[in-house]
Nanobody, 127 residues
Framework: QVQLVESGGGLVQSGDSLRLSCAAS???????IGWFRQAPGKEREAISC???????AYYKDSVKGRFTISRDGTNTMYLQMNSLKPEDTAVYYC??????????????????????WGPGTRVTVSS
């Protein structure tokens, strides 16, 4: 069964750090992978990806310089979040492309494709 499962969310204070983990039931080394978030009342947005073609990590401006995406081995990825702000409050989802490219996002002109998401983990940042 194809599966992505996030963990590591919680309630933190402004300025704190948090690391989210994502365990996959398939290999993450041969496809685009990334992280999304959805704040209350807003649409889900892509915030970071590792592009399979060039191996580069990309970020949206809202998290650039504060968040770091990484991959450990073949089945786990992380999102290190530093200097958290109340506006980072959201449900965070890891994602990967299983070949159908259901959603395409662009980061500094680089394309990342996604077709599978985990159930999400909630992050709340208090001021």
């Amino acid at each position: 069964q194809v599966q992505l499962v996030e963990s590591g969310g919680g309630l933190v204070q402004s300025g704190d750090s948090l690391r989210l983990s994502c365990a996959a039931s398939f290999t993450l080394t041969d496809r685009d992978i990334g992280w999304f978030r959805q704040a209350p009342g807003k649409e889900r947005e892509a915030i970071s990806c590792i592009n399979y073609s060039d191996g580069v990590a990309y970020y949206k401006d809202s998290v650039k310089g504060r968040f770091t995406i990484s991959r450990d081995g073949t089945n786990t990825m992380y999102l290190q979040m530093n200097s958290l702000k109340p506006e980072d409050t959201a449900v965070y989802y890891c994602a990967a492309d299983l070949g159908s490219s259901d959603r395409v996002d662009y980061f500094d002109g680089a394309r990342c494709d996604f077709s599978s998401w985990g159930p999400g983990t909630r992050v709340t940042v208090s001021s």
